[in-house]
């Protein structure tokens, strides 16, 4: 199980390894922050746009979205980690977060 902190810090475990690679940069772990913090709601894809690429135009900005989830999912392991095509949510069977837990 993943667990995402972003309570005191932000990162991501495995356990009690901290992932590297996608799942450190600054955006990515954004993107991880947000859903984490929306629960089973979710995060629509157009609100990802407008707060982490709000001066990009909206094809150069929907690609970096595609392009950041692509490698979280490489890094968190598992195609099903982030699920949604619309609203994009975190799969609570694989990944949980301490703001979820708190």
Do not use: C
């Not at 690679?21 to 629509?44: E, H």
């Amino acid at each position: 199980m993943l667990l995402i902190k972003t309570l005191g810090g932000l990162a991501v475990y495995d356990g009690t390894r901290a992932l590297s690679g996608a799942a450190q940069q600054p955006r990515r772990l954004a993107i991880l922050a947000l859903l984490a913090r929306a629960g089973d709601r979710g995060v629509s894809r157009d609100r990802l746009l407008a707060m982490l690429w709000p001066e990009a135009d909206e094809e150069r900005a929907r690609r970096g979205l595609n392009q950041a989830l692509y490698a979280l999912r490489q890094d968190l392991g598992s195609e099903d980690a982030i699920t949604g095509n619309r609203d994009l949510r975190l799969d609570n069977a694989l990944v949980d977060s301490d703001v979820r837990l708190f």
